[in-house]
């Protein structure tokens, strides 16, 4: 399915894209093409490309290549897949209930939440906001649980 997406193997591709997609929320996608919930989620990418192409873009990064892993821990991407949002080069967050802002881990039940979530962070970017509220119900939130080892 990556064949029908941008898919980004170098760290100069997402610092490209990240620096070149203005006024409109950039979505990266974390994972492997040939992990299942990544592909779930890709499916769910791809038939929502055309519904939020106005206000987003939307690319996926393999983490499998050895010079995305820079982002891969900078970001901290343990739980794929990842999906990560920027707006004008900014790293929005969102607060989905769990303790890490930073991503949505896992894969959105429908179409329609992934557009929601896109929506949301594209309006609260517009008001110059850098974190917003999850626009979906508490149900239809990934659960997973934080391990922090210390240093």
């Known amino acids: 399915m990556d064949y029908l997406l941008t898919t980004l193997t170098k760290k100069k591709e997402v610092d490209t894209i990240i620096r070149d997609t203005i006024d409109k929320v950039l ?26 192409s106005k206000f987003a873009t939307v690319a996926l990064v393999d983490i499998e290549s050895p010079d995305i892993q820079v982002y891969v821990k900078y970001f901290d991407v343990t739980l794929i897949p990842s999906t990560i949002f920027f707006f004008n080069a900014h790293h929005m967050k969102m607060d989905s209930g769990n303790p890490d802002h930073t991503k949505w881990v896992g894969s959105f ?9 896109v929506e949301a962070i ?4 517009m008001k110059g906001k850098l974190i917003v ?9 990934p659960k997973y649980q934080l391990l922090y080892k210390e240093m």
């Open 133 to 141: 509220n999850c626009p979906l119900p508490q149900d239809r939130t």
């Open 109 to 117: 039940h429908s179409k329609q939440d992934f557009i929601d979530v």
């Open 122 to 125: 594209f309006r609260g970017a």
């Open 27 to 52: 979505v990266l996608r974390f994972g492997r093409s040939s992990d299942t919930l990544c592909l779930q989620l890709d499916h769910i990418l791809i038939k929502s490309v055309r519904e939020v």
